[in-house]
């Protein structure tokens, strides 16, 4: 099958020079991007590749601002509740201690799992893969890293538990005198620098990186 370029069919090539579309599977040329443009499937218009400026130097700068944000969104309180003259206030390290303490160890352990020991992993695996993009040394780390860093994708579950605290909040504002605490505003902020991580790290632009092609770094 020829691509659509009408040069070498693609069989010919090597697989460095090929790609195949994650939605429909249809396999073409890999292109050379230029900062800040992307390609995408002739058939789907799936996101192929994109090419970020700065992109190691802006990566860096949120997952650093996401791990400064991670001691206070988890141990700072994230309301105050006063009900019947009796006040408290939670965190989400007190939320997985209560599920502990209530007999629910599985779903105490569960939600320690996702909503804080992945998350963190994730952010500590991304942080030295770009940081391993600068030092020869340690790529073969830093591709080891960022697969287990893809195979713990689909288990931090930060939105999920942001959901949950949003449904808690509407069902007490009618029961309970509540405040919103900064904790919260320190969770909806880490929730957002992993969101905008998550766009700004290119992956085909890591591997590229990790791969040692010098057009791919920043």
């Not at 006040?87 to 007999?103: E, K, N």
């Not at 500590?124 to 697969?147: F, H, T």
């Not at 605290?165 to 969770?187: N, R, T, W, Y």
Request: charged fraction near 20%; charge should be negative; aromatic fraction near 6%.
């Amino acid at each position: 099958m020829p691509d659509s370029s009408g040069s070498r069919p693609l069989s010919e090539l090597p697989l460095e020079e090929l790609t195949a579309c994650h939605e429909c599977d249809l396999l073409m040329r890999r292109l050379a991007l230029a900062e800040e443009q992307k390609a995408c499937c002739p058939r789907c218009g799936y996101e192929l590749q994109v090419h970020r400026s700065n992109m190691v130097r802006r990566s860096l700068a949120l997952v650093l601002t996401a791990l400064l944000l991670y001691i206070p969104a988890n141990f700072l309180p994230i309301m105050r509740l006063n009900m019947l003259g009796q006040a408290s206030q939670d965190t989400v390290w007190s939320g997985v201690v209560g599920l502990y303490r209530s007999g629910m160890e599985p779903i105490a352990v569960l939600v320690l799992l996702c909503s804080m020991v992945i998350p963190l992993v994730k952010l500590l695996c991304q942080l030295a893969v770009l940081l391993s993009i600068r030092q020869a040394a340690a790529r073969d780390l830093g591709i080891l890293l960022y697969r287990l860093y893809h195979g713990l994708r689909s288990w931090g579950m930060l939105e999920v538990y942001l959901m949950g605290i949003l449904v808690s909040i509407v069902k007490l504002l009618d029961m309970a005198e509540l405040h919103l605490g900064v904790g919260l505003a320190c969770f909806v902020g880490l929730l957002l620098a992993q969101v905008w991580l998550e766009v700004t790290m290119s992956s085909h632009q890591v591997w590229d990186a990790l791969e040692d092609k010098p057009d791919a770094r920043d």
